[in-house]
């Protein structure tokens, strides 16, 4: 339930540094003052469910095609951009405040989940990612060693729809309802 | 940014008065939505990031010279969300727009409010010798 504000060392100190020169224009037309909204954009909440957990992810304007989620081990990483508002040609600009650029939010997990059965939609420009933990620590226990026919035997028959379940990387997402 | 803008925070602490008590309660753990505010010679356009509001939630007034959006994320109280249950901001304006011709729309949390100007708001173009 806590608001986890984690950078990851390392990959994360790169895209910092990539950020912080893409992020220069910014700053020097003081939208982003000592790169603040690196911090503060985007903001994120993982819940702790019966079944796992979600994480929501405020990216107002963002499709889910504009982020990247990914997940290896107990790390859940975000990654996007956010393009910079462009008023139209004639205009003059009385408040710039909402936030641009790129941007990485490493979420670490409190514990390892079903990477294959993550699934991520944008839905009003929060990015929503169920993680639900492992068959095997759901509820009510199975029996270590049971083989992959008793244990297919437990699982109830209507499961979720089949798909391409890759198992590193890359998610089978599903989309949100098409924002009109 | 001075006298000139067409419009400016109001951060009146009466903001209260006259509002019910129930919607009160609900302004609990609203933000302040950050915004892009621009002028051309014929309008207004703010854009507010309100994500998780759903056109439904959304309330945009023009009251006199102030301008207030106000708009509740759907389920975050119910959850006890450490997120922005909800967003509420108002600006006072300086210039007169035309109030018929004022509208507002949310699209993937991001509410966008255009506000035409009066016909004699609008700037004139001064020929110069």
């Not at chain 1, 954009?41 to 992810?57: R, S």
């Not at chain 1, 990216?59 to 956010?82: M, N, Q």
């Not at chain 1, 420009?125 to 169920?130: A, F, M, N, Q, S």
């Amino acid at each position: 339930m806590s608001e986890e504000k984690k950078t990851a060392s390392g990959r994360g100190a790169l895209a910092e540094l990539k950020q912080a020169v893409t992020g220069l224009f910014d700053q020097v037309v003081g939208l982003a003052p000592d790169f603040g909204f690196r911090r503060e954009f985007p903001k994120h909440e993982l819940q702790v469910e019966d079944d796992g957990y979600q994480a929501f992810v405020e990216i107002p304007g963002l499709r889910r095609d504009e982020v990247e989620v990914s997940i290896s081990g107990r790390a859940l990483s975000i990654t996007g951009e956010r393009p910079r508002f462009r008023p139209p040609a004639d205009a003059r600009m009385i408040r710039s405040e909402r936030p641009s650029g790129e941007f990485t939010l490493a979420i670490r997990l409190p514990a390892e989940v079903d990477a294959a059965a993550v699934a991520a939609r944008v839905r009003d420009g929060v990015l929503e990612i169920k993680l639900p933990k492992p068959r095997a620590g759901r509820g009510r226990s199975v029996d270590v060693g049971a083989d992959e026919a008793s244990r297919a035997a437990e699982e109830p028959s209507s499961h979720e729809r089949p798909g391409p379940k890759e198992d590193s990387a890359r998610m089978p997402w599903e989309d949100g309802p098409a924002e009109s | 940014m001075g006298s000139k803008d067409d419009l400016s925070d109001n951060q009146d602490p009466r903001e209260s008065l006259g509002v019910e008590r129930d919607a009160r309660v609900r302004r609990r753990n609203y933000g302040r939505p950050a915004v892009d505010i621009y002028s051309t010679d014929v309008e207004m356009v703010v854009l507010a990031d309100m994500p998780g509001v759903q056109k439904s939630d959304l309330d945009v007034t023009l009251e006199k010279d102030e301008l207030v959006i106000e708009g509740r994320v759907a389920g975050r109280e119910e959850s006890e969300s450490a997120l922005p249950w909800g967003y509420h901001r108002r600006f006072r304006l300086r210039t007169n727009f035309d109030r018929d011709r004022i509208r507002a729309g949310i699209r993937g949390g991001v509410l966008r409010v255009v506000l035409p100007k009066a016909v004699g708001e609008r700037s004139q173009q001064v020929p110069v010798d």
